[in-house]
């Protein structure tokens, strides 16, 4: 009980020196700034089948920067790690690692027409969530 309250404690005195402001607050950022959007996501799971286990911990940064307003280039990069798996080293090895899920060019020269480059690198435990992306 004394850890949780010593924790308590700590967080709030840290979070305590931490600065905010509101939108209508902001200086002019640099032109950079304003092209460029970030979202993360975090996601932990368990896998288990026949008594046997693993899991698979995953970090997505997906980043799109627009070059211009018919111009973007939009990337998702991934950190997989497998902390535990009860079906060997190798297996817990072979899924974790650092994987560009998407990288793609997207312009759009005229109005009705689109040209998008795009490269994919999916993981083989997700080609069963996302069949279309088999070739």
Same mark, same amino acid.
């Given at each position: 009980?004394?850890?949780?309250i010593?924790?308590?404690?700590?967080?709030? !005195?840290? =979070? #305590?020196?931490?600065? +905010?402001?509101?939108?209508?607050?902001?200086? &002019?950022k640099?032109? @950079?700034?304003?092209?460029?959007?970030?979202?993360?996501?975090?996601?932990?799971?368990?896998?288990?089948?026949?008594?046997k286990?693993?899991?698979l911990?995953?970090?997505?940064?997906?980043?799109?920067?627009?070059?211009?307003?018919?111009l973007?280039?939009?990337?998702?990069?991934? !950190?997989i =790690? #497998?902390?535990?798996? +009860?079906?060997?080293?190798?297996?817990?090895? &072979?899924?974790?690692? @650092?994987?560009?899920?998407?990288?793609?060019?997207?312009?759009?020269?005229?109005?009705?027409?689109?040209?998008?480059?795009?490269?994919?690198?999916?993981p083989?435990?997700?080609?069963?969530?996302?069949?279309?992306?088999?070739?």
């Open positions: 009980m004394k850890r949780l010593l924790g308590l404690v700590l967080v709030v !005195f840290v =979070s #305590s020196f931490a600065n +905010s402001q509101f939108k209508d607050q902001l200086e &002019s640099p032109d @950079v700034y304003q092209k460029l959007f970030m979202r993360h996501s975090f996601s932990v799971s368990y896998f288990s089948i026949g008594g286990g693993f899991m911990n995953s970090y997505t940064n997906s980043i799109l920067y627009r070059f211009s307003d018919n973007n280039l939009q990337a998702d990069i991934s !950190f =790690s #497998s902390p535990f798996s +009860s079906f060997g080293r190798g297996f817990q090895r &072979s899924l974790s690692g @650092v994987f560009i899920d998407r990288i793609e060019l997207n312009y759009q020269p005229f109005r009705n027409v689109f040209i998008n480059i795009q490269y994919r690198q999916v083989f435990y997700q080609y069963y969530y996302y069949p279309y992306y088999r070739w």
